[in-house]
């Protein structure tokens, strides 16, 4: 049988592995930090109308630049992100990943550089490998924050083309304050006018506010979001990003023709028509969130502070072991790599019960 390394593939997809948590039929699921919450009658509805109206001119292409729906996400961030933004600041695609494809596609590539500071969102580093842009590891301080001094360090030493701050982190959960992002921006821009991304797919989830308003007078930072997570609609696949409008500009010199379909558009149209409505089920979330960081500390686990929608906890001497034992209560949690750590995404009252059940008996296993 030929094997992916036996084909004349690129030297550094070499043996690499796709991205991907497991996807097993257990009763309860809380590792790849879905929005447990099935969307609403009414917005089901709404969606079955907008797409059947789209569905009657699939014979010609969708509209290419998407302006309805960037129109929409503007008026959406504009209205809880604290800072005006508009249409010619936004731009959108097939979840935040493919933004981030897009984005590394035009200001990465071969014999550029990106950094991100990990542990973090592993799709950056991925997507970096993809584009044939090398990829750079920054620092942290031992609790998971970024160590600024030191970051700031390794931006002067390997001048990036790119720079990765994701905030609330991914998987650790942490947010990183305004300030320590306005360092690494001047330091990205010391060091060479290179472009900031900032990763905000779970900003709703968080305790502070986005860092939207920090776009004004920096045209080289860009803020990346999703509908994956506070929207529940990670079926859908739409992500966007806001940032200047030249930087909107530069990303359709890469974009594949038509990218966004005309169903794509339509649904996520639908969604936004009840953002009020989804925005409650965040804040249940949230609550649910905070939970399982007061129950698993009083059960005897360490927990990272948390601002997005799942939590991480320890520390144990063999995580993966103590994940396949979750796994045999019937939770699935997430083991992201993090040496001593695992994952919980937040679920409904009901699936994180079990969850707490669940770990609460490891601990009266493990100290009888």
Excluded at 196 to 213: K, N, T
Excluded at 233 to 259: F, K, M, T
Excluded at 306 to 326: C, E, L, T, Y
């Amino acid at each position: 049988m030929t094997r992916i390394d036996d084909l004349p593939i690129r030297d550094e997809l070499r043996g690499k592995s796709p991205y991907g948590a497991p996807q097993l039929d257990v009763p309860v699921r809380l590792n790849t930090n879905e929005n447990p919450y099935p969307l609403p009658e009414p917005l089901v509805r709404r969606i079955a109308e907008r797409v059947t109206e789209a569905a009657r001119s699939l014979n010609r292409y969708p509209d290419r630049d998407a302006v309805a729906l960037r129109t929409e996400l503007a008026r959406y961030l504009t209205r809880t992100g604290g800072h005006r933004v508009t249409k010619d600041q936004v731009w959108a695609a097939n979840g935040s990943n493919e933004v981030i494809q897009q984005l590394l596609q035009t200001f990465g590539g071969p014999g550029r550089t990106a950094i991100g500071f990990e542990p973090s969102y592993s799709m950056h580093a991925l997507i970096a490998r993809g584009t044939g842009t090398g990829w750079i590891s920054g620092p942290r301080h031992a609790d998971f924050t970024i160590d600024v001094p030191a970051a700031t360090a390794a931006i002067a030493e390997h001048r990036p083309d790119v720079v990765f701050i994701t905030t609330p982190n991914n998987p650790t959960g942490s947010a990183v304050p305004a300030e320590a992002v306005l360092a690494l921006y001047d330091a990205a821009q010391a060091a060479r006018p290179s472009l900031v991304v900032v990763d905000e797919a779970y900003v709703e989830f968080s305790h502070g506010d986005s860092l939207l308003p920090l776009l004004d007078g920096r045209p080289n930072l860009v803020i990346s979001r999703t509908m994956s997570k506070a929207f529940g609609a990670a079926g859908l696949r739409l992500g966007y990003l806001a940032a200047d409008p030249a930087v909107v500009d530069a990303v359709q010199l890469v974009r594949l023709p038509y990218h966004l379909s005309a169903v794509t558009q339509a649904t996520a149209l639908a969604a936004l028509e009840h953002t009020d409505t989804l925005l409650k089920y965040v804040e249940q979330l949230k609550q649910e969130r905070d939970r399982l960081v007061t129950e698993l500390l009083a059960a005897g686990y360490e927990v990272t502070a948390s601002d997005a929608n799942f939590v991480q906890f320890g520390r144990f001497d063999d995580a993966h072991k103590v994940w396949q034992q979750i796994l045999d209560r019937g939770v699935l949690v997430r083991d992201n790599g993090v040496p001593g750590w695992l994952r919980v995404t937040a679920g409904t009252p009901a699936e994180n019960d079990a969850f707490l059940d669940a770990v609460r008996d490891l601990k009266k296993e493990h100290s009888a």
